[in-house]
């Protein structure tokens, strides 16, 4: 596999790549240094959006090796989030209705991460397995959940054929996106699944990214951001039928897709539903670019004005949340500890005593934000900033909030009551 520039369509193989925006060079998302650690070298890579003219697909111009972006290192769990918890039950429930499982069905992770989402397969007495490159492995393996520590590839497929045969489902939960070889990644899927398998994908919504200025959202781990209109292409150009599409709300907007291995599944009206809604939103022609870039700028500058009103006057801020996208944010506008005194993570969290990518902004406990309070919380997870502010203020945070996308803003949550939105000030 050749990792570096790519000129080419992801999906179509097209050579007319339309340039959407450059957020410059960006330091891998999970690239963490402990505090005090000197700097040196370190890898930075080209972040550029183009769109595909002919299948519509947006994608990064850049492919990084996967052993750079998920070494076994990796610090994420996608157990520790409530959120992915309760989209992970969700989905068990949805695919059984649409496709009910025997006990000797098997169902197939890709990126499975500790498990979270097959132990609902597993407690309700579905074969499982996963597919994890990281030492996430180890977690689901202790927590009764079969799988191997490798990168789902053809080898991989071939150990899971052998020791457990084909599939009736594979998932791809936020990975379908990040593999390169979409080709081959849609074959050896075809190869695991068992004659009228089904393939369900959930990925980070470009209709979202659009309408809420989720930029932050591009990185080298999301190769491509799908549509409905792109994803559908790829997938029905490689022998698959999509059947079902639901908007869902993980990760601040992603789309779960229903692909079958032939014809046996009725499909559903959500898909034309929603091919019809991406089509009058300018997704397809990629009417949705010259905007896009506008609002990016206006945000960047807005946003410059908010933090300058508040450390002109020597106030204090501090960023909450340390999710993959903030490191995005921060590059991107060029935040440093020069105006973030620091990022603040939930206790027990690997990210602690690191710095932020590239950055010397250091990483601590969440408890300071009571304990050390600053005068702004800058929400780097801004994209559950209603829930962030109002369980922050009930842990006795006085302060304000700075939301910095898709509009910057200040907002408060009084102990007890609703978001009130405070505007910029």
């Known amino acids: 596999m050749t990792y570096g520039p790519i000129d080419r369509c992801q999906s179509c193989d097209a050579g007319e790549l339309v340039p959407v925006v450059f957020l410059g060079y960006l330091p891998p998302v999970n690239a963490l240094r402990a505090i005090g650690e000197g700097a040196d070298a370190e890898p930075w890579f080209p972040a550029e959006l183009l769109h595909c003219r002919q299948c519509s697909l947006v994608q990064l111009g850049y492919a990084v090796d996967p052993r750079v972006l998920f070494p076994p290192t990796y610090p994420y769990r996608s157990g520790t989030t409530r959120i992915l918890r309760e989209n992970f039950a969700d989905l068990h429930r949805r695919l059984v209705a649409r496709l009910p499982l025997r006990p000797d069905d098997l169902v197939v992770d890709i ?3 500790d498990g979270t989402l097959l132990e609902n397969f597993h407690a309700a007495g579905t074969r499982v397995v996963g597919v994890e490159p990281t030492a996430a492995a180890a977690v689901a393996r202790e927590r009764g959940i079969p ?3 490798t990168f789902f590839d053809s080898s ?3 150990r899971v054929l052998a020791d457990h045969g084909a599939a009736k489902v594979v998932i791809a939960t936020n990975v379908f996106a990040h ?9 050896n899927i075809g190869l695991l699944l068992a004659p009228g398998g089904l393939f369900v994908s959930e990925s980070h919504y470009l209709g979202d990214l659009v309408e809420t200025l989720q930029f932050d959202t591009v990185y080298h781990e999301h190769l491509r951001y799908y549509s409905l209109t792109s994803l559908r292409h790829l997938l029905e150009a490689r022998g698959f039928r999509v059947v079902h599409a639901e908007r869902i709300p993980t990760h601040g907007g992603s789309l779960r897709v229903y692909a079958e291995q032939g014809h046996t599944l009725p499909v559903d009206p959500s898909v034309d539903r929603l091919l019809a809604a991406e089509a009058a939103a300018g997704l397809v022609d990629g009417a949705w670019v010259p905007g896009f870039r506008d609002r990016m700028a206006r945000a960047k500058l807005d946003l410059y004005a908010l933090l300058r009103e508040v450390r002109g006057r020597g106030a204090r801020i501090y960023g909450v949340g340390a999710p993959s996208r903030a490191s995005t944010l921060l590059t991107w506008v060029g935040l440093d500890d020069t105006i973030l005194d620091c990022v603040l993570e939930v206790p027990g969290s690997p990210k602690i005593g690191q710095y932020m990518p590239g950055t010397r902004i250091p990483v ?13 919380a800058l929400l780097l997870s801004w994209h559950i900033a209603d829930e962030l502010a109002t369980n922050l ?18 907002i408060t949550a009084p102990s007890g009551c609703d978001l009130v939105a405070a505007g910029a000030r």
């Open 156 to 158: 991989a497929v071939m």
């Open 364 to 376: 601590l406990d969440e408890r300071r934000l009571v304990d050390d309070p600053p005068d702004v």
């Open 393 to 410: 203020t009930a842990r006795g945070y006085t302060g304000r909030f700075l939301v910095p996308l898709p509009e910057p803003r200040f």
């Open 147 to 149: 799988s191997l520590e």
């Open 111 to 113: 990126g499975s991460n």
């Open 179 to 187: 593999i390169h070889g979409v080709s081959t990644l849609v074959e």
